[in-house]
């Protein structure tokens, strides 16, 4: 290339490069989030969380019955967690679409039975869909979904048919305790403070990192790649040894997928049933 043709080409590279800089400067002064929208029912209710001593209340607290993935009844309850009786935590990995698509969820067993599922997803407006380019350009507001595994995680297992991996993490429940408490102060944060979703720097994944970031000893990168292809999430997982497993990663992804045993599995039973033999 003549020295001609490539200056040529840098001036008009950086006429883009300002052009974009500048209509994403106005999409972000004249765009605001806002928890004031008509949302989807199955999101249009923020979770509020209450907090005494041990026990926690969560208002809002969502429990949909599915008969397909767009037929639905959806519910929401008052239900109380006691934090002593934390015992385990879960890291979900749902893959979909293409180029390393998922969506990632972590929930909380306690020992009384009861399992807590935190989702962190776009907040869907009435007759809204999920478009990763979207999500670049201030689109989607961000919600933590509190739910029961009968809601979240049958919804993909049992309905969607996709593949979900569920796996058992290693860490003491002293730190199980501090990113579960962490993450339900920022859903109370949430509820006061909106915020926009964002494809690269504020998804699911983004969001999990952000809260065992914190409390974690392992060298959790702040950003990885994988974060914007969150099929491989596991991986990172994996590498640092948060994954309770000694088997092969390819092993590990085929004994912690959940999918096939949940199509035999009630939903009165589901988070016992589909936990069978994973440990």
């Given at each position: ?11 008009y ?11 994403y ?49 959806a ?17 979900a ?7 390393g ?49 009968e809601?979240?995680?049958?919804l ?20 199980i ?13 949430l509820?006061e ?16 990192v952000k ?10 990168p ?17 590498n ?21 045993k949940?199509q ?5 039973d ?10």
């Open positions: 290339m003549s020295r001609k043709y490539f200056l040529f080409f840098l001036k590279a950086l006429f883009v490069v300002i052009i974009f800089s500048l209509l400067f106005l999409l972000v002064v004249l765009i605001k989030p806002s928890n004031e929208r008509e949302w989807s029912e199955d999101q249009k209710f923020l979770p509020e969380v209450i907090f005494e001593g041990d026990k926690i209340i969560i208002k809002n607290f969502r429990d949909n019955i599915y008969k397909s993935t767009n037929n639905y009844k519910q929401y309850k008052t239900e109380t967690f006691d934090l002593k009786k934390l015992e385990s935590a879960w890291l990995v749902e893959p979909f679409g293409k180029f698509a998922a969506h990632t969820l972590l929930s909380f067993g306690f020992s009384d039975g009861k399992f807590l599922a935190i989702s962190a997803e776009i907040r869907k407006e009435k007759y809204e869909e999920f478009s990763a380019f979207k999500g670049l350009f201030r689109q989607y507001e961000l919600m933590y979904v509190l739910a029961t595994e809601d979240v995680l049958m993909r297992t049992n309905y969607r048919k996709d593949i979900v991996r569920l796996y058992p993490i290693k860490a003491d429940k002293e730190k305790k501090a990113v579960l408490v962490s993450m339900l102060e920022y859903a109370n944060h509820k403070h909106p915020q926009f979703y964002n494809t690269v720097t504020n998804n699911c994944a983004t969001n999990i809260h065992v970031r914190k409390f974690s000893s392992k060298d959790i702040v950003w990885d790649i994988r974060y914007l292809m969150p099929e491989y999430f596991d991986e990172i997982a994996y640092l040894g948060v994954i309770d497993t000694k088997l092969p990663l390819d092993k590990a992804r085929e004994k912690f997928n959940i999918t096939p949940a035999n599995c009630s939903r009165e589901f988070s016992f049933c589909v936990r069978d033999g994973l440990r």
